[in-house]
């Protein structure tokens, strides 16, 4: 009895945060975020109804103006009469979790406006969670009918990049004084990012940081008919130069449309995600074997210098049936 | 003939790098840091010769001074005649990474001497791939003969710990003025450091953050008979305190051998690597099929709404027929 009430009440949760209710959309990426059982039954319901929200990575080292940025960001958006979901992802630090939270407070501005939902994930367990639960909330805010999700994470590293590579277009925020930082910046990185953007430009070092960018720029092989990325000044407590974001992400959704890349992007995201849960399922199967006679005997004839772990993974997999 | 020779070798370099000679051990953690195909030949040689060291683990945001705290506990643990290995990851961050580099530069005064080894390992490509070096690198040091190994980690998210916990003691440092940091530690990051360290204790503030650390470590069961986390406090750069956190690193080893913790964490840490291998296995035959009908087929299909992510994986798993 208790089974058939509780999945009937997923199904009357995914109707409601569908139909755009607040309550129901947190309720959705809470199950997804925790990996409930229901994840499949929501992915199934929701995957068919989503596909419409353009999603806009936001990402740069810590103190820079993301939250500020995305604030803006979302002013503008609401005043074109957009439909607006922001996700907050912190994906490395768990010491930086609570300054993260902290910043939400300042986007409080948007709080009563029903056009906006605000959502923060930390990193929970181990990093492999949240790879799996982001494309999932992302799936929830698309199916709730946002227009644009903003998709923002802390940092610039490895982690930050596959978390930001969900999305659509990539804005690398930077600020002037950060010039180390920029000039340790792989041409890697500056390639993952579509928009640059000097934010906090209205201090000293904005236009050598520009120059720095520009100079980079060079270094990333750019082919005819390629994505020129641009390079843009904001000031972004006083809603400077946001206008120009918007429109050079407008620019790069434009280009994404008429080159295919929208849809091979799209395409090449759900096949990461499909295998990221195939992998999960054998990793679950490990894990069962963990502790287990065969893999415990293996490692204690390992610790003891008796078997290589390539010898003692390759046990492994026979004895599974991989 | 070309691969016979080739493996002669690495029998060769496995061979120098056991007797202590710097060029072979430098090269042995390149071929194991790049995955080279002689992996599994190298760890199997090494095995057998490897389980001697003690490895501990120095981590914290950064800014704390970890390369100088780093530093002092080389300078006194060679007065004592221990041969020392220091491997600094940097997991998270790629524009930090000409930072760490440039922070290696401070510890040439140890550069003359044969009774340290020094190595910098930054995240190339995917977390997953330097998770699998380290262990590996760290064997190459233990069979080295080094007595013991400093495994220095950047930042205290989730992949700094998952490198820090392949140590037998875990150093957390934290620095005064850092107390927004330590308020927003998580009780589940304190529990994974043995011993805390403020440096730059001589700075206004070392003593709140003491107390904050106390506080903070009420909140964390202990059990009868547990590890008692000490508190304590250095001025890495003079030297103070550094004597007193080798004593408690002493404490923390005796603790472990005779509760039989020692053993049991480096069976646990067999465990992980082998799985972890296991599991790299599986995924190499999945990124076989990327790209693929099979998978490239499904992408396309859950692109356009007919199908969910956990269908689509269940469809991949059983095509690969795990």
């Known amino acids: 009895m208790t089974a058939p009430r509780r999945l009937a009440g997923v199904d009357e949760l995914i109707d409601k945060a569908v139909a755009g209710q607040p309550a129901a959309i947190a309720r959705l990426i809470t199950l997804v975020e925790n990996g409930a059982p229901a994840v499949r039954r929501i992915a199934a319901a929701l995957v068919p109804r989503a596909g419409r929200a353009q999603v806009i990575g936001l990402t740069g080292p810590p103190g820079v103006g993301k939250s500020t940025s995305t604030s803006a960001l979302v002013a503008r958006l609401r ?28 986007m409080t501005e948007h709080g009563v406006d029903e056009g906006v939902f605000i959502r923060s994930m930390a990193s929970r367990g181990h990093l492999g969670g949240l790879a799996a639960a982001v494309p999932q909330a992302l799936r929830v805010l698309d199916a709730a009918g946002f227009d644009v999700i903003l998709l923002e994470t802390v940092g610039v590293g490895q982690a930050e990049f596959e978390v930001s590579s969900l999305a659509d277009t990539t804005v690398l925020l930077l600020a002037p004084g950060l010039g180390d930082g920029i000039q340790a910046a792989k041409a890697g990185i500056l390639e993952m990012a579509d928009v640059f953007v000097i934010n906090k430009a209205d201090r000293d070092g904005a236009e050598q940081a520009a120059r720095d960018l520009r100079h980079l720029r060079t270094l990333v092989a750019e082919s005819p008919g390629q994505w020129r990325r641009p390079i843009l000044k904001t000031v972004a407590t006083r809603g400077e130069g946001v206008d120009e974001v918007l429109a050079a992400i407008a620019d790069h959704h ?63 997999v026979t004895a599974l049936g991989v």
Chains 1, 2 share one sequence.
């Open 254 to 316: 434009e280009w994404l449309s008429t080159t295919g890349a929208l849809a091979g992007g799209r395409r090449a995201r759900a096949a990461v995600e499909i295998e990221a849960i195939a992998l999960g399922a054998v990793r679950q199967r490990f894990a069962a074997v963990r502790g287990s006679a065969a893999l415990g005997e293996s490692a204690a004839r390992m610790a003891e210098g008796a078997v290589d772990p390539f010898t003692a993974a390759d046990d492994l």
């Open 79 to 106: 005043l074109a009469g957009r439909r607006v979901g922001v996700l907050a992802v912190d994906p490395s630090s768990a010491l930086s979790g609570g300054a993260l939270l902290g910043d939400r407070v300042r």
